[in-house]
């Protein structure tokens, strides 16, 4: 998820409410203008020939791997493109500055939801202009450091709704983060414009995105520094290394989630997993809800005794 730099909505003092107004099929919705207007124009004109045989039965998308499109605003729903809960970066509304600036830092987002408690009591966001202007270029903070008053309103989506009415919703609304809500009420995944955009017209990097084909770097022969994101099958392509058996491979997509299947939990920065093939996996980066990157040791060739001279 990138930050945005879109119209900002008023600041409110009071949490955010549940979004109304959102219609399944988006028809009670005003016309859009400007250029998600024209987008949305084109989403809801007649769909191209054959992609209703590109969808499945239910009008979800056949195959994950979908080229950008205005079609993807129709044929794709919101649980496609959200970010999954685990991955969600949010600040509790009892937060001190200093750690709500070392937040923003680490993460590099322009905006971050604030919860009360869990993240599924969540309150608004926070926008880090908001911020900046009220404790920071030289401005006259008040004494004590409040995040309550700054927060903004989330929108809150079902998962099953398509990613046209959701634009549109984002547009009309000038709400650019929508927090997707499960059937029991709690939360599920986030959605920023950005990601609603990018379906459209293809990734979208800005200046503070780090250059992504680096999923993987060679350090040295044999060493590798890895994402822990990165998909298990690739890792092991790159490496010409078989880091799981067949069994655990059906089980786990990312060589995150081997290395939580192999230690049953979150190791800590600086912990080193063994591969029964002599294999290596040391911890670089982590937090206490997942590893982020690691650095992989191929195991050494072992020495048959022929360069000693015997």
Known sequence: MSSDRSPDTPVSSDPAGWADGVGGDGRDLPPSRGILGRILGAFGGAEPEGDSE???EDGRPASQAIAPGLVNLRRMRVDDVAIPKAEIMAAPVDIGMEELVALFREQGFTRLPVFRGTLDSPL?????KDFALKYGFGANPPAKFALRPMLRPLL???PSMPLGVLLQQMQQKRIHMALVIDEYGGVDGLVTIEDLIEQVVGTIDDEH????GDLWQLEAPGLWLIQARAPLTDVEAVTGLRLSAEEEEEEVDTLGGLIFMLTGRVPVRGEVI??????EIEVVEADPRRVKRVRLRLPQPEDDGTASGE
């Open 156 to 158: 809150y989506v079902p």
């Open 124 to 128: 608004g966001l926070i926008h880090l």
């Open 209 to 212: 995105d780090e250059a992504e």
């Open 274 to 279: 063994r591969l029964e093939n002599g294999a």
């Open 54 to 56: 590109a969808a499945g």
